[in-house]
């Protein structure tokens, strides 16, 4: 009787080892074999057999080719399987059913290098941007003996975010083509939707899939050649219509009318001038001569481009500065030698920074990198902040900390402006009867838009789309358009100066006071 039990346990125990549990899947094919494990996964969760009746976050059924197929694999994630994909998914089989399974599995084992563990052997917690899962959870799809893969009908996978997320897209863990390498996450064949806290994804095929909460940018080869051709093109314009209005402010001064706000914005262009011009030469001196060293030619080409981007962004600043001036105390303003003051201000300040950091070694070959959804990387080098200055983040960070503050400080300034002209279009409706008021409320209104349209690009608020970038490539067009043709912008702006001026030498001025603002700041 001994005998035959120590046989019958022996024999349970040898069965327990060669049963392929759903439980021991995943383990069983990370211990054989690491960068191929989710191959193995996909291969031996469709034979597995269970332990238990229900295993949280698994789903193992048999099911009809002929119907969709609903599954609730937990509350937060849902699957959508059409006819047409179970149908694929047979194969050679012409009839019967076929089996699907989906799984929920922890994201950290999708590592594109193996997973260092802890004391207690589980593997760490993602600390890096590969590892920005939605919930660390990946959704395992499968179904039939045949590779599901370009489905006319895509699939429909539901997850429901616990967390507040910004921004997130569809991805599925792509295997290694070779031997030896690791596999990545793409968005080929995948497309996101979203729903309020539910992302929607739909794919044209099987795999495993997961949400990548706030993922960076990409930009592909195209677009860095759309991008690179729309910022040359507008800086080699803004370049030619700065000339212009430097030009057009000249003869209006020559012509009599020596306002200070047109010497600031003379200024300014100038400024601008010098920055669009510089970055087109920082740019292109490593394309018209290749294999350019880092030398004193690149490092002065990179000192006078972050010069002329300090000195166009402090000319920005005393813009918003002397609008201030004019709103507030519009009579009181009388400042000896004013210009000069703000002149020395406007080009001492960039200088004196520009010369220490080029004194510390900051200027240089700066490789501006681009990666895009294949994870393909590619370099634009440039005359910049050397990439191998080692405090060169700090520099940047100070340069953008004071974009920032400039951008928000002329931002107020704006609205004071429309404040302003509220008021003043408010006093004069109280002033005339309600027939005037009519016919001259539409003309007024598109010149008063017009008037802070063309201030926002006198205050450099398109510099404030630097954030969108962040975003979405929409916002990068943006900003790449918006800035390079500043420019143009300023010349538009310099020649509505000019024929007001004229107007206003061959009109009478009805409201002294009033008027005399407006001229004056505008």
């Known amino acids: 009787m001994w005998i035959a039990l120590v046989l019958f346990s022996s024999a349970c125990f040898s069965l327990s080892q060669t049963v392929n549990w759903c439980e021991n899947v995943q383990s069983d094919c990370q211990s054989s074999n690491f960068s191929r494990w989710p191959e193995c996964y996909e291969e031996r969760i469709m034979t597995c057999i269970p332990r238990r009746r229900r295993i949280p976050g698994f789903v193992q059924k048999d099911v009809n080719t002929s119907e969709e197929v609903v599954v609730e694999v ?67 799809v499968r179904s039939g003996t045949s590779p599901v893969k370009n489905l006319t009908e895509p699939i429909k996978l539901t997850f429901k975010s616990t967390e507040k997320v910004e921004r997130g897209i569809c991805v599925f863990w792509k295997m290694p083509e070779k031997l030896g390498e690791t596999g990545k996450w793409s968005t080929d064949g995948c497309q996101t939707n979203r729903s309020g806290n539910e992302f929607i994804c739909t794919s044209n095929h099987m795999s495993f899939f997961a949400v990548l909460v706030n993922p960076d940018i990409s930009v592909d080869a195209k677009q860095v050649e759309n991008l690179s051709y729309i910022t040359y093109v507008g800086s080699a314009l803004s370049v030619v219509f700065a000339s212009i ?40 001196w490593f394309q018209m001569l290749k294999n350019q060293d880092d030398g004193w030619i690149c490092r ?160 450099g608020l398109p510099w404030g789309l630097t954030s969108t970038t962040y975003v979405s490539l929409t916002g990068i067009y943006a900003f790449t358009i918006l800035n390079s043709l500043q420019g143009l912008f300023m010349f538009l702006w310099s020649v509505a100066l000019s024929c007001k001026s004229q107007s206003d030498c061959s009109s009478t001025v009805k409201d002294p006071s009033s008027q005399k603002m407006m001229s004056t700041s505008f």
């Open 74 to 140: 937990t509350p937060n994630v849902k699957i959508w399987i059409p006819p047409s994909a179970l149908q694929k998914s047979r194969g050679a089989e012409t009839k019967g059913n076929v089996r699907m399974v989906a799984s929920l599995l922890n994201s950290t084992f999708f590592k594109s290098r193996p997973q260092r563990k802890g004391r207690t052997g589980s593997p760490q917690q993602p600390d890096d941007k590969e590892d920005s899962i939605l919930d660390w959870r990946v959704l395992s």
């Open 245 to 284: 209005s430097l030009v057009i402010y000249i003869c209006t001064l020559r012509r009599g009318r020596s306002e200070k706000a047109i010497g600031i914005h003379m200024q300014l262009t100038a400024a601008l001038l010098f920055l669009h011009f510089s970055f087109l030469l920082s740019s292109l």
């Open 300 to 459: 002065g080409l990179g000192l006078i481009l972050h010069w002329s981007l300090l000195a166009t962004l402090t000319w920005l600043a005393l813009e918003g500065f002397h609008l201030y001036l004019l709103l507030v105390r519009v009579f009181n303003i009388y400042v000896r030698r004013y210009v000069l003051k703000l002149s020395l201000l406007g080009w001492g300040f960039p200088t004196l920074a520009a010369v220490a950091c080029g004194i510390s070694g900051v200027y240089g070959k700066f490789d501006l990198e681009f990666q895009d959804s294949k994870d393909s990387n590619s370099t634009a080098p440039m005359c910049w902040m050397s990439s191998e200055f080692k405090h060169r983040l700090v520099v940047g960070y100070v340069t953008v900390g004071f974009l920032c503050l400039v951008v928000l400080y002329n931002a107020c300034m704006l609205a004071l402006v429309v404040f302003k002209l509220y008021g003043i279009r408010s006093g004069r409706r109280g002033q005339g009867g309600w027939n005037k008021m009519k016919l001259e409320n539409g003309s007024q209104l598109w010149k008063d838009c017009a008037t802070v349209l063309g201030l926002s690009f006198v205050l």
